[in-house]
Nanobody
């Protein structure tokens, strides 16, 4: 069955960097929209970055220019490089996957709060 396992969260000072990784199983990336979303206490869920099966990438305005999403087909891993972190980036970060999503759906998943077909358990990011 499909599995998503995040790692790489932690605590960092403002201006620092973290790299999140999502190890996946039973996912063929060309058939999925892969993404990262976050949720902070008392706030709505926010999609921060998605990568469409065909390779198109989307970022929310809040992270554009600071975060970079990528995928490694050989290692079955999706990553989120986060630079210039701000206290407002503090949240639980989740890796997610949606099979057969259209490129439009994948784009709208950024900034919004769609219901993903699969998601991981999350990894905490704290910026102080």
């Amino acid at each position: 069955h499909v599995q998503l396992v995040e790692s790489g969260g932690g605590s960092v000072q403002a201006g620092g960097s973290l790299r999140l990784s999502c190890a996946t199983s039973r996912i063929t990336y060309s058939s999925y929209c892969m993404g990262w979303f976050r949720q902070a206490p008392g706030k709505e869920r926010e999609g921060v970055a998605t990568i469409f099966g065909g390779g198109v990438i989307y970022y929310s305005d809040s992270v554009k220019g600071r975060f970079t999403v990528s995928r490694d087909n050989a290692k079955n891993t999706v990553s989120l490089q986060m630079d210039s972190l701000k206290p407002e980036d503090t949240a639980m970060y989740y890796c997610a996957a949606e099979r057969w999503a259209s490129v439009v759906w994948c784009g709208r998943a950024v900034g919004g709060a769609p219901s993903w077909e699969y998601r991981g358990q999350g990894t905490q990011v704290t910026v102080s």
